[in-house]
């Protein structure tokens, strides 16, 4: 299956600092990317679809100013978590969809980040 | 709205089977999929379904009828291994990918 790779794996910063986490398709060109977060024993959140080109479109609830995304090429898309908090600490999971395999989205590995 | 159940949580038996169902009401229905989470990592596909029928991989089948709105995921032979969350996520008519909460699906020996 395609690959996705997302960097860095788990990140620790201070608060009131921003991170900047990559998730790259490495074998195919991703129009859409998807970014979702998930909290400790629950299930995966929708954060924000990410479209090569244009802006995000963010899910009801996410601050689009805290959470900035931009997705330059097809390959690449990051989030930006600005001025993070502890309550921002979470399992960041970002997927890339492959329109010529059903549309299927894959995986990247996840990053885990800890704000202190 | 959209709208997918499955059960919370199951229990199963090392070696024996374990069905997984899960019911969608979505606006269009473009394929459902099935994945597996362990916990602390990101999912893994299992599957893929657009039409009726049963599609077998290896221990796992996954089963879609889509005039029922209804799939399940079959697990053969349980491992230990095979204990993680099972979500099944449908795409609609825009090709969203709309998620169900996940299986917890616990293996005893």
């Known amino acids: 299956g395609a690959v996705v790779s997302q960097h860095p794996s788990w990140v620790i910063c201070k608060s009131g600092t921003s991170v900047k986490i990559e998730c790259r398709s490495l074998d195919f060109q991703a129009t859409t990317m998807f970014w979702y977060r998930q909290f400790p024993k629950q299930s995966l959140m929708l954060m924000a679809t990410?479209?090569?080109?244009?802006?995000?479109?963010?899910e009801q609830g996410v601050e689009k100013d805290k959470f900035l995304i931009n997705h330059a090429s097809l390959t690449l898309s990051t989030l930006t978590v600005t001025s993070a908090h502890p309550e921002d600490s979470s399992f960041y999971i970002c997927s890339a969809r492959d329109e010529t395999n059903h549309n299927e989205q894959f995986f990247g590995p996840g990053t885990r980040l800890t704000v202190l | 709205g959209q709208n997918i159940d499955q059960p919370t949580e199951m229990t199963a038996t090392e070696g024996a089977i374990v069905q997984i169902n899960c019911t969608y009401q979505?606006?269009?229905?473009?394929?459902l999929f099935w994945y597996q989470q362990h916990a602390g990592e990101a999912p893994t596909f299992l599957s893929y379904n657009v039409l009726d029928g049963l599609e077998e991989k290896g221990r796992f089948s996954s089963f879609l009828s889509r005039s029922k709105g209804y799939s399940y995921l079959l697990l053969k032979e349980l491992q230990m291994k095979d204990s993680a969350s099972y979500l099944c996520a449908v795409t609609d008519s825009n090709y969203q990918l709309i998620w169900g909460a996940g299986t917890k699906l616990i293996i005893k020996p």
């Open positions: 990410s479209n090569e080109g244009s802006k995000a479109t963010y």
């Open positions: 979505t606006s269009g229905f473009n394929g």
